[in-house]
């Protein structure tokens, strides 16, 4: 079996990494065949050993091109899955992501959309553009509720809502995490993790900032933890703004490397993160999470589990919250975080089933 996997894959961004991973390990165990992922960047993940995997990149010329539809010639079934592949505007109408359920529907191959994110936009060229690329899908999930909300408005009678893959990632390396579990911190150590992209200027420039001094201000010790290269780039400057005496009670994760980041999760004791992809890992590792209202998919994480949220400039809730989460550290909390992390699974987990069944009766 052939098949063509999809989505924004990078070495160069910590959740796009797990999609990929976590998404690569559904496919291996539950068909077996040869792959094909769409790679965004040069360097080759390590996550291929015992994998027949091609890696393809954006074609850039007339015979990239040719080369890219003799494999979708020869492929049983594509799939685009795991993050916000569709937004509005359509900035880059040519890309990829647009192009491929196109070429799906030309060349009579099934097309399956698993655990994608849809942005909801009353626009009637995205409306009619989402409800297009949906009826001619086999199969559709979706990772969150507003995605299902919208394509139910559109009536799209074939939308399953799902979870995030990265889930099934926990669970095929439970052992792995196990031996993780929170190391209750000696300097009362807070998680920080920030994005460079898609957050409006006054966040970055100011709450951010007023955030960072105000921890810092109650004594606590903030562990930096970059997603991507930019956000690194991001968390120096704020570093090197900082006050000798307040920098040295700063430590930079200065990886993107994600067992090195899932290991930094393991060592703190509450995390703050505007990254959804480090809140599965806080839950499976035990680690305390304040909740964020920013950006969405991040608050519908926290909605969903159950985690008190903080509106992302009130820095006072902020820190109020990580001091209730400090002070309430020796009662038991794993009980509430496994409920919420299997329940996560087991839907993964069904939602893998409906998608492996509609596969197999197709073929």
Same mark, same amino acid.
């Given at each position: 079996m052939n098949v063509f996997l999809y989505g924004y894959y990078t070495t160069k961004n910590f959740g796009d990494y797990m999609i990929a991973q976590s998404m690569l390990e559904i496919l291996k165990d539950n068909f077996q065949g040869t792959y094909y992922m769409y790679w965004l960047d040069s360097s080759i993940p390590n996550f291929t050993q015992k994998i027949n995997i091609t890696f393809l990149n954006k074609p850039r010329n007339l015979m990239q091109c040719f080369k890219l539809l003799k494999i979708l010639l020869s492929i049983d079934f594509i799939v685009v899955a795991g993050g916000q592949k569709y937004r509005w505007p359509l900035k880059s109408g040519l890309a990829p992501q647009f192009i491929i359920p196109l070429?799906?529907?030309?060349?009579?191959?099934? #097309?399956?959309?698993? @655990? %994608?994110?849809?942005?909801?936009?009353?626009?009637?060229?995205?409306?009619?553009? %989402?409800?297009? %690329?949906?009826?001619?899908? =086999?199969? %559709?999930?979706?990772?969150?509720?507003?995605?299902?909300?919208y394509l139910t408005k559109l009536r799209v009678k074939k939308a399953f809502l799902s979870k995030d893959v990265v889930f099934y990632y926990i669970k095929n390396h439970e052992n792995e995490i196990k031996l993780l579990k929170r190391n209750k911190a000696e300097r009362?150590?807070?998680?920080?993790? +920030?994005?460079?992209?898609?957050?409006?200027?006054? +966040?970055?420039?100011?709450?951010?900032?007023?955030?960072?001094?105000?921890?810092?201000?109650?004594?606590?010790?903030?562990?930096?933890?970059?997603?991507?290269?930019?956000?690194?780039?991001?968390?120096?400057?704020? #570093? =090197?703004?900082? @006050?000798?005496?307040?920098? &040295?009670?700063? =430590? #930079?994760?200065?990886? =993107?490397?994600?067992?090195? #980041?899932?290991? @930094?999760?393991? &060592?703190?004791?509450?995390?703050? @993160?505007?990254?959804? &992809?480090?809140?599965?890992f806080a839950l499976a590792i035990g680690t305390p999470i304040v909740g964020i209202d920013f950006p969405e998919k991040v608050k519908a994480f926290c909605v969903e589990a159950g985690i008190p949220i903080c509106h992302i400039r009130d820095t006072r809730c902020i820190v109020a919250e990580v001091q209730r989460i400090v002070r309430t550290l020796n009662s038991d909390s794993s009980t509430i975080s496994k409920h919420v992390l299997d329940k996560n699974i087991n839907d993964l987990l069904r939602n893998i089933d409906l998608f492996k069944k509609k596969t197999l009766k197709l073929l």
């Open positions: 070429l799906a529907k030309m060349l009579g191959k099934p #097309l399956f959309f698993f @655990s %994608i994110g849809i942005e909801p936009n009353n626009d009637p060229l995205w409306a009619k553009f %989402i409800k297009d %690329i949906s009826e001619a899908a =086999t199969f %559709i999930s979706v990772r969150d509720q507003s995605s299902f909300n009362k150590v807070v998680g920080l993790a +920030i994005r460079c992209s898609e957050i409006s200027r006054d +966040i970055l420039d100011y709450y951010i900032p007023r955030l960072i001094e105000e921890l810092l201000n109650n004594n606590y010790h903030l562990l930096f933890l970059p997603a991507t290269d930019g956000d690194l780039n991001l968390l120096k400057g704020y #570093l =090197t703004s900082l @006050s000798p005496p307040l920098r &040295h009670r700063i =430590t #930079l994760v200065e990886s =993107t490397e994600p067992k090195v #980041l899932i290991r @930094s999760i393991a &060592h703190l004791d509450v995390l703050i @993160s505007l990254r959804l &992809h480090f809140l599965p």
